[in-house]
């Protein structure tokens, strides 16, 4: 598998992007199961036809662009606007980045260690290891980076979550997908009980660092990313379930944004799974 990424690696961002369109559109023909999800899940934020036709080969985009943003080139990244970031750093309380499964979310790590890494520390991500060692083997490459340290999804990487920010370091969080069993509570996600991270929640709350909402943007014929951010519009609840859902909320509002981005064919509803 290596082989493949590294050989992929030296495409040009917009060839991987029509491969990427092509399989897209394979997925959406020939698995019902992923196609039945993808649509429920988008009329359940009342979208429609229209927002699926081009959220189908978005999905193949990113999952075509990997090759290049693990092991290649850095494509190229502008910023629509840094200063909600900028301004999050400079207090010194730590910065928790929250990002939907929403354009390019891989870009926004990389380009945040590239910018804020050198004068404020790496930024701590977090990771599950893959089920296949030729795959774990690629992951290791990719997170290996200037400016980002990665760690595991259990109590060890939590601490070390904790330490970055309290250090007043940064930290970055998917905090729409689905956590075990036991690691999260139902709240409405378009209206919708979605089993839902409270862990996004427990780390602003027990250390007050600073939420900043960040997605990185897919522009058209790979001209590379738009980097977006913006400060949490207001104060996270001291309740953890009333946090959870305003952090819902502000996925939400992210992604009607720009909905043609949003991974409609993830699970998002589905029942957590248990810790083995």
């Known amino acids: 598998m290596l082989r493949w990424f590294r050989f992929f690696s030296h495409w040009p961002l917009w060839a991987l992007h029509v491969l990427g369109v092509a399989g897209g559109w394979l997925a959406w023909l020939f698995s019902p199961t992923y196609r039945r999800r993808m649509g429920a899940n988008a009329r359940q934020a009342g979208l429609g036809w229209r927002t699926l036709v081009g959220a189908v080969g978005q999905a193949g985009r990113m999952s075509a662009e990997l090759p290049r943003l693990w092991l290649g080139q850095t494509p190229s990244v502008v910023w629509a606007d840094a200063q909600a970031a900028a301004d999050a750093y400079a207090l010194g309380q730590g910065v928790l980045f929250l990002t939907p499964h929403m354009g390019c979310f891989e870009i926004t790590a990389q380009a945040l260690a590239t910018r804020f890494g050198a004068q404020y520390g790496p930024l701590t991500v977090l990771y599950r290891p893959a089920r296949q060692a030729a795959l774990g083997e690629v992951m290791a490459l990719a997170r290996n980076r200037p400016g980002l340290q990665a760690v595991p999804t259990n109590l060890s990487g939590v601490r070390q979550m904790i330490k970055a920010l309290r250090a007043g370091q940064a930290v970055g969080l998917l905090p729409d997908q689905v956590p075990p069993e036991g690691m999260g509570v139902w709240a ?11 862990l996004a929640a427990r780390l602003a709350l027990q250390t007050g660092a600073k939420v900043v909402l960040i997605w990185g943007e897919r522009l058209s014929w790979g001209r590379g990313y738009r980097l977006h951010t913006q400060a949490l519009d207001q104060a996270l609840s ?37 810790e083995a």
């Open 188 to 198: 409405p996600f378009f209206g919708k009980p979605a089993y839902t991270m409270t």
């Open 238 to 274: 001291n309740d953890l379930e009333a946090a959870v859902v305003q952090i819902n909320q502000a996925m939400e509002t992210m992604i009607l944004a720009c909905p043609q981005q949003y991974l409609w064919g993830y699970a998002r509803y589905k029942t957590p799974r248990q």
